[in-house]
């Protein structure tokens, strides 16, 4: 079975949802991605993150929300 990309331990991060392997979490790259940065910007300035995790971290909040009312 693979890896999961996405990982929670309330030991990293107090438990929010990071890429494994690192201490960034969903939260900090969507927040790149919202204000513009590119994916390779990410990726050059954190050397264990890899295009698939960030491309898993997107579709970890995509379902996440999936489940939830957020109204603007």
């Known amino acids: 079975m693979k890896e999961p990309l996405i990982t929670s331990n309330p030991r990293v991060m107090m ?3 990071v890429v ?13 991605m919202a204000h513009g940065e ?5 990726l ?6 890899t295009r698939e995790s960030m491309l898993a971290a997107v579709d970890f ?3 996440a929300l999936r489940a ?3 109204y603007p």
């Open 15 to 17: 438990g929010n949802s």
């Open 20 to 32: 494994a392997g690192t201490r960034l979490t969903v939260e900090q790259v969507l927040e790149k």
């Open 38 to 42: 590119s994916m390779e910007k990410i």
């Open 44 to 49: 050059a300035a954190h050397p264990r993150l």
């Open 61 to 63: 909040a995509a379902r």
């Open 68 to 70: 939830d009312v957020i």
